[in-house]
């Protein structure tokens, strides 16, 4: 079964640092651009960071750009969000999701991880 | 950064309907966009790609049109499970941007 799961989410003090993981199973993993996009609550869908099949190429919001790092391990099947100083504002679900090609769309999403960013 | 929009936000109908939500990109988008179907507690649901192509499973009821700035999703007959809400997401450039969804609830 083609699967996405999140972990390490929770509750963050503002300032601090929170890594995201997903793991994938059921694809060949390096085959595809690995996505997250976040949900505050009441909001909409909110894309956050890309990262290309091998890691070399990393997009970021402008939101998140120098707090936020996306990496991926290959060899593990899992894409890491390393979140760094957040804010209040970063709390949210965060999906991780995976993408055939460039511009296809994200067709397989992971069920998400709450990130709680209070004092 | 290219501006989504979506209307209606919501809407309110019965099972059977037809169900058209337009969205509307701030600049040409070409082709590349995509519908999603998302339900609380879930994970999202591609439905379409590149404007009207239909994802993988994805019921023929479904539908999508459009190129540049204005398109459309269309639900031809409305199922129970399709109550949701619905976002439209741009890929034609980065950052991607979704519009603000639309919920489909029941009447």
């Known amino acids: 079964e083609v699967q996405l799961v999140e972990s390490g989410g929770g509750l963050v003090q503002p300032g601090g640092s929170l890594r995201l993981s997903c793991a994938a199973s059921?694809?060949?993993?390096?085959?595809?651009?690995m996505h997250w996009v976040r949900q505050a609550p009441g909001e909409g869908l909110v894309w956050v960071s890309r990262i290309d099949r091998d890691g070399t190429s990393t997009v970021y919001a402008d939101s998140v750009e120098g707090r936020f790092t996306i990496s991926r391990d290959n060899a593990k099947k899992t894409v890491y969000l390393q979140m760094n100083s957040p804010r209040v504002d970063d709390t949210a679900v965060y999906y991780c999701a995976r993408e055939p090609t460039d511009s296809y769309g994200m067709d397989v999403w992971g069920q998400g991880t709450t990130v709680t960013v209070s004092s | 950064d290219i501006q989504m929009t979506q209307s209606p936000s919501s809407l309110s109908a019965y099972v059977g309907d037809s169900v058209t939500i337009t969205c509307q990109a701030s600049e040409d988008i070409r082709d590349y966009l995509n519908w999603y179907q998302h339900k609380p507690g879930k994970a999202p649901k591609l439905l379409i790609h590149d404007a009207s192509n239909l994802a993988t499973g994805v019921p023929s009821r479904f539908s999508g049109s459009g190129s540049g700035t204005d398109f459309t999703l269309t639900i031809s007959s409305l199922q129970p499970e399709d109550f949701a809400t619905y976002f439209c997401q741009q890929c034609d450039s980065l950052p991607l941007t979704f519009g603000p969804g639309t919920k489909v609830d029941v009447k």
């Open positions: 059921g694809f060949t993993f390096g085959d595809y651009y």
